[in-house]
Nanobody
Framework: QVQLVESGGGLVQAGGSLRLSCAAS??????MGWFRQAPGKEREFVAA????????DYADSVKGRFTISRDNAKNTEYLQMNSLKPDDTAVYYC???????????WGQGTQVTVSS
């Protein structure tokens, strides 16, 4: 049974940092990513990474501030979020699949709240 479990969310002031983790089990996931959904908005893409970590992709809104990475030995991906803004407030979801863009599995989400 595939499980993706996020952790690391919380409340932070604008300009601060958080590091999200997503622990995966029950399979091998060549592509992993992060999405977010703010209240009243649709879920949006944040970042993605391939198996080796040689290819990453970011939404324009987070480029230069967020960094996605993964540790395949631990079956875990990370999202380092720096220079956080109130607009980054959302529930952040981990996603996994065999190909970037074909997301088959989702975590339950972790809340990130950035206060001004």
């Amino acid at each position: 049974q595939v499980q993706l479990v996020e952790s690391g969310g919380g409340l932070v002031q604008a300009g601060g940092s958080l590091r999200l983790s997503c622990a995966a089990s029950g399979g091998t996931f060549y592509a992993m990513g992060w999405f977010r959904q703010a209240p009243g908005k649709e879920r949006e893409f944040v970042a993605a990474i391939n198996w080796s970590g040689s290819s990453t992709d970011y939404a324009d809104s987070v480029k230069g501030r967020f960094t996605i990475s993964r540790d395949n030995a631990k079956n875990t991906e990370y999202l380092q979020m720096n220079s956080l803004k109130p607009d980054d407030t959302a529930v952040y979801y981990c996603a996994a699949g065999q190909v970037v863009g074909a997301w088959k599995y989702w975590g339950q989400g972790t809340q990130v709240t950035v206060s001004s």
